[in-house]
Every structure is written in C-alpha cells, then in structure tokens.
C-alpha cells in the first residue's frame, strides 16, 4: 500500500460514496416522528455539492473549493448541458450553504416539511443525472 494519499482526481468514486451518505442520511431523518428539517436541508446541499464535485473531478478538473451549486452546475455545463441546466435545483440548494449550520443564521423554524422535500427531490435529481453520466461509479 502506498504512502501517498490519492489526488482529488483519481477519487471521484470517493466523492460520490459521500455524496451518497450525506443524501442517505438526509433520507433517513425525514422518517424521524421529529424530523430536523434544516439539517435535511444542509446535507441534501452537501449532497449535491460532492455529486457536481465527483462529476467533475471524473473529467479531469482540478478541485477548488466553493459550496455554490450553482457555479458548480455552471462548470458542468461544459461537459453535460442537461446537468449544466439544473440552474433551478442549485437555486433551492443554495439557500442551505451556510445558512443553517448555525443557530441564528436565518430562522430555522421557516424551514419545514415543504422545504426539505423540495431540497431532497432538488438534490435527488442532481444525483439522479450524475449516475446516468458516471455509469458503475
């Protein structure tokens, strides 16, 4: 075994087992009897922000750091104008970047049901094209 820790660019296997974690999580507190909406609604944005990250680290990009959907989808489009288009998904998704990881950093209590069914299914169908793109990943 090698004592050199792999690059960003030979792990986008990596980035998407994350991804998968953080969305599985997400999935899995909504079935709480109290579900914590906003952080359903923080890790469906980390979610998608490590499937765009995986999606592009697979095609070569050099990683940078940014947590804005958007830009990300932006650099995507590069390679994939359907997942580049998902400009719709990023808006919803970046609400959730900083927001709500602190107490009072916007009121949490606006954040519900609605909101985090809305983040999911935003986060859900990021993931849903990154798969059809990355087939066996």
Known sequence: MSDQPKRPVETPHEWLRYAEGDLNVAKHEMQNEMPVYHTVCFLCQSAAEKFLKGFLIARGWQLERSHDIVQLLALCEDYDTELGKMHAE???????????????DIATESIGEDEAEEALAASQRIRDRVRD?????
């Open 90 to 104: 990023g808006a919803i998704l970046n609400e959730y970047i900083i927001g709500v990881r602190y107490p009072g």
């Open 133 to 137: 793109l990355l087939p066996g990943r």
